[in-house]
C-alpha cells in the first residue's frame, strides 16, 4: 500500500514536472516573441528612416550638379566665342566639351530606390512573419493553455494610402506609367 502511495506521488509530481517545464519554455518562447518582434519593429524604422534619407539627399544630387555644372559650363562657352574669338564654330567641333552626366546620377537614384525599397520590404516580410509565429503560439495547443490568454500583438504594415485603398476595394486598374 505505502509502496502504491509512493508510485502515485512519484507520478503526480512527474507529470507536475512535466507540466511546470511545459509552461516555462512555452511562456520563455511567447517571451522571447514579443521582445524580438519590438526589436524587429525598431529595427524597421531604422530602416525606413535610412531609405527615406539616402533617396531623399540622392534625389537632391542631379539638380546641384545641373546647377554646378551651368557655372562651369555657360562662363566657358562664353568666353570662347565671345570678343576677338567670336564665330569661330569650326573651333568648337573641334574641342572637348564638359558633358552633363545627368543620367548615370538619375540610374544611380533609381538603383538605390530599388534596392532599399527592396530593403525594407525585407524587414515588412520579418516582422509579419514573427507575429505569425506569435499567434501561432497564443492560438495552438498545447501552448494556448500556458499564453493563449496572453494578447496578440498589434503589428502595423506601413504602406500607402493608394495600397490601402486598393485593398479595400479589392481593384487596382491604374496600370499607367506616366501621367
Known sequence: MNKMAALVVIAVLAIGLVVGGM????????IDLRNLIAQQEQ???ANFDKMWKVISQKAQIPGQYKNDFKEVYTPL??????????GMFMKWIKEHNPQFEG????????????????????????IVSMKKQHDDLLMKFP???FVGSRGKIDVKVISSTKTKAIMES????????FK
Request: zero cysteines.
Open 77 to 86: 562657352i562664353e568666353g570662347r566665342y565671345s570678343g576677338d574669338k567670336g
Open 143 to 145: 501552448s494556448s493553455i
Open 170 to 177: 479589392g481593384v487596382e486598374d491604374d496600370v499607367t506609367l
Open 103 to 126: 543620367a548615370s546620377l538619375y540610374k544611380d537614384l533609381m538603383t538605390s530606390i530599388e534596392s532599399l525599397r527592396e530593403s525594407f520590404f525585407q524587414e515588412q516580410k520579418k
Open 43 to 45: 529595427v524597421r524604422e
Open 23 to 30: 509552461y516555462v519554455n512555452t511562456s520563455n518562447r511567447e
